[in-house]
T-cell receptor, first 112, second 116 residues
């Protein structure tokens, strides 16, 4: 079955440093979504990428979808303590399937 | 902002007992999902539901699990005979009907199930 790998598992950064998490799928994805989960919270939708090579920005967050639609990344510029949480990528395999396959997530800690 | 609501927030049960987890999806959404997250692990898909029937299910969703939409607002997950390994956070999610928006799944706050 489809597998989604995400690295790193943990990342500790000083406040103000940049952060990147990477996601790789074993199969081509129809789209990929990113979620943030605060400690003790639930996954909150951040963004969806659909097109090959797509890049989207949300303030300090930059999301990329690879040309082959098998990998994606999330980059945060100048992290803040409010960025703390676990970032999950979740992929959809194709038309007719709305099942999301989640990566294991990257837990971000920001040291003030 | 509309949200998915789940009750109870925490359910404690004895092994072998039946539990029903309840969800109220966002009102104009037509696709419904259950996921689970074992403590410290990734979110895992269980089942999706559309037009009063299961559209997809994972290998986790065995005969012990069932889903139902008993009325126009609730969506339930039943576990018939709970096992210790069913202890997890269970998330309900829903998504809309039209266009790309139907791909975006909005998650509830979850029900923490503890099986003793």
């Amino acid at each position: 079955g489809q597998q989604v790998m995400q690295i790193p598992q943990y990342q500790h950064v000083q406040e103000g440093e940049d952060f990147t998490t990477y996601c790789n799928s074993s199969t081509t994805l129809s789209n990929i979504q990113w979620y943030k989960q605060r400690p003790g919270g639930h996954p909150v939708f951040l963004i969806q990428l659909v097109k090959s090579g797509e890049v989207k920005k949300q303030k300090r967050l930059t999301f990329q979808f690879g040309e082959a639609k098998k990998n994606s990344s999330l980059h945060i510029t100048a992290t803040q303590t409010t960025d703390v949480g676990t970032y999950f990528c979740a992929g959809r395999s194709g038309a007719g399937s709305y099942q999301l396959t989640f990566g294991k997530g990257t837990k971000l800690s920001v040291i003030p | 902002e509309p949200e998915v609501t789940q009750t109870p927030s925490h359910q404690v049960t004895q092994m072998g007992q039946e539990v029903i987890l309840r969800c109220v999806p966002i009102s104009n959404h037509l696709y419904f999902y259950w996921y689970r997250q074992i403590l410290g692990q990734k979110v895992e898909f269980l089942v999706s539901f559309y037009n009063n029937e299961i559209s997809e299910k994972s290998e986790i969703f065995d005969d012990q699990f069932s889903v139902e939409r008993p009325d126009g607002s609730n969506f339930t997950l039943k576990i018939r005979s709970t096992k210790l390994e069913d202890s997890a956070m269970y998330f309900c999610a829903s998504s809309a009907w039209q266009g790309a928006a139907k791909n975006i799944q909005y998650f509830g706050a979850g029900t923490r199930l503890s099986v003793l």
